[in-house]
């Protein structure tokens, strides 16, 4: 996403003798990071999971939660728009009510499926959200930054997928924390807007259960309990251009 504040084409960064004595003082050294702190880096990836039922009930610290708010917002965004907002619900009657939308939209889904995929659909755990002691509403301001933002001219979706940058961030950022993080998807995104008085031209992208945990699972929970495998990297890589694969 070559719009994001990040630079990614060499050919369009100014060089330092372009630049402004302001500027120069917030270059710094692009070296790599140590061997611990990459090997950290690609741990915090390869471990993290979708968690759904390993939530402990013990409260989180105020400060570790602003660590992984902090994570997120130092996420990159289109234009630097920053649409995110972060709604901290921890009430156990506001987390009944979602869950209730969460529990009438699971059924339709559930409906969709047929035979034995039905079946197997029903018997998996979903959410945390009763169970988490924290859930994070992560919400998208489509109108941030105003009409017109800076690589968001010809792709309106580039703000959401800021947004997802940040929940990224902050998922990473619990698992080196030692906190689970689950991403709920199911529900009626106005029933949620309703409970939580979101206003209509902000999308919700994310509802996350965040809480401690003293397990995970090795693999993602979906193939230990044989929905779907992870796909093979190599199928999924083309070379110059787009390349008939079979169905995945």
């Known amino acids: 996403m070559p719009s994001l504040d990040d630079p990614v084409h060499p050919h369009n960064v100014p060089s330092v003798a372009e630049l402004s004595p302001k500027e ?7 070296c790599a990071f140590s061997d611990a702190e990459r090997a950290a880096v690609y741990r915090a990836i390869e471990t ?22 902090e994570a997120a917002h130092r996420a990159p965004s289109v234009g630097f728009m ?48 009763r169970k988490a002691p924290l859930s994070i509403c992560i919400t998208c301001d489509t109108q941030r930054g105003g009409p017109v933002v800076l690589g968001r001219t010809h792709n309106p979706a580039t703000d959401v997928y800021s947004t997802v940058c940040a929940v990224q961030n902050l998922w990473l950022a ?4 030692g906190v689970g993080v689950g991403w709920v998807s199911i529900f009626h995104e106005d029933a949620i807007k309703n409970i939580l008085n979101i206003p209509a031209h902000v999308k919700i992208v994310a509802w996350l259960c965040v809480g401690y945990v003293d397990e995970l699972y090795d693999m993602p929970e979906l193939a230990v309990k044989g929905w779907r495998d992870r796909l093979p990297l190599d199928k999924l890589v083309f070379e110059e251009g787009w390349q008939d694969c079979e169905d995945m």
Do not use: C
């Not at 999971?49 to 992984?68: G, H, I, T």
């Open 48 to 69: 993290r999971r979708d968690v759904r039922d390993q939530f402990r009930s013990d409260p989180l610290p105020e400060d570790l939660v602003r660590r992984l708010l």
């Open 24 to 30: 120069t003082d917030h270059l710094i050294a692009a």
């Open 174 to 177: 619990a698992r080196a924390e």
């Open 82 to 129: 920053q649409p995110w907002n972060f709604i901290l619900v921890r009430q156990a009657e506001t987390r009944d009510r979602v869950w209730q939308a969460f529990n009438q939209a699971n059924e339709e889904a559930s409906l969709m499926f047929e035979g034995g995929r039905r079946a197997q659909y029903q018997r998996l755990k979903l959410e945390g959200i």
